[in-house]
């Protein structure tokens, strides 16, 4: 039996989660907390003309990469530098870890959940919307610009009002805060030079009857609706009010069919969707997130989600 390799960091629970679960059906599971590396852990290459080998070190417990037969990703970055490190010499040393780091992308020929190249990908919202709108979903009319006149131009010709959402989620952001979906005021529109620096998205605003957060495993499809028209904080961008899940939906099986298509075409085995249902049904596809969290839909509905996921994991390590 192979081992599932687990690349997190050390306060993260959906790694608690899974790694109890693996471990209650009997399969090997390594954990390697990439806060701990590269001080505290360590990754070897042995390369010659006789052979190639890759070895991990980490708590204390070495794996040889041949006995991997899946590896779980919650991202690969290496961040365990000393702190006293000065600037030139921590961009040199973060420059090489990555590199040591990525070539596992080329070398680990397992399952990942998910690939890295695969996460890239589909973790850019242009290219998630033309694929989306390639395949039949319903999008919202969108532009991605630096361009404030771009920006005003699309506000001008749009018949309703239109939102801002940044296309990304910033790790440097002060803890508590975040880059919420807002809707584009006078005041926003006076400062859209601004964009210019930092590209954005801008959509037109969809009514909603509820919103769902689809989240896909393989074959494996788990909806939840989210009534965020219900609660004013949440009527703009549901995250203002997070870890609410009302209740287990099932999606029409036109939309399960084109998500399984979306899946397939970035190559993802996970991925976490989110839709607008509006007042006349229709499900309108805003994004995927390809590493979404689950947990707190798993906690408050009990849907299965860590089993689905530990099951995707499983099967590559009891086949030899």
Not at 31 to 42: A, I, K, M, T
Not at 73 to 91: E, K
Not at 100 to 107: D, F, I, K, P, R
Not at 184 to 189: D, E, H, I, P, R
Request: glycine content about 6%; charged content about 25%.
């Amino acid at each position: 039996m192979k081992t599932c390799l687990l690349l997190t960091d050390t306060f993260e629970p959906t790694a608690d989660l899974l790694v109890a679960e693996m471990r209650r059906r009997g399969v090997a599971c390594v954990r390697w907390n990439l806060d701990r590396f590269p001080v505290g852990s360590s990754l070897t290459y042995r390369i010659s003309n006789q052979g190639f080998r890759t070895e991990i070190e980490s708590d204390g417990r070495r794996i040889d990469l041949d006995r991997v037969g899946s590896i779980w990703c919650r991202g690969v970055q290496a961040l365990g530098f000393p702190s006293d490190l000065p600037a030139a010499d921590r961009r040199f040393a973060e420059a090489e870890s990555e590199r040591v780091l990525t070539a596992l992308y080329t070398v680990a020929d397992v399952l990942w959940i998910n690939h890295p190249h695969c996460h890239i990908r589909a973790n850019a919202k242009p290219a998630q919307l033309a694929v989306a709108r390639g395949l039949g979903f319903d999008i919202p009319a969108t532009v991605v610009t630096n361009d404030p006149d771009e920006v005003r131009a699309f506000i001008a010709r749009s018949r309703g009002e239109t939102i801002y959402k940044a296309l990304t989620q910033s790790l440097d952001t002060e803890p508590g805060k975040s880059l919420f979906t807002s809707l584009m005021t006078k005041q926003a529109l006076s400062e859209i030079d601004l964009i210019r620096i930092t590209p954005g998205v801008f959509q037109e605003l969809v009514s909603k009857a509820y919103e769902l957060r689809v989240t896909v495993i393989g074959s494996h499809i788990f909806a939840v609706r989210i009534d965020s028209q219900s609660r004013f904080a949440s009527k703009i961008d549901c995250r203002r009010l997070p870890f609410e899940a009302d209740a287990a939906v099932d999606l029409p099986s036109e939309i399960e069919s084109k998500v399984h298509a979306f899946m397939k075409t970035f190559g993802l085995v996970y991925g976490a969707f989110d839709f607008i249902v509006t007042p006349d049904g229709r499900h309108v596809f805003l994004e995927v997130n390809p590493a979404g969290q689950y947990m707190w839909i798993e906690s408050k509905l009990g849907l299965p989600i860590t089993a689905a996921l530990a099951d995707a994991l499983s099967e590559p390590c009891r086949s030899e």
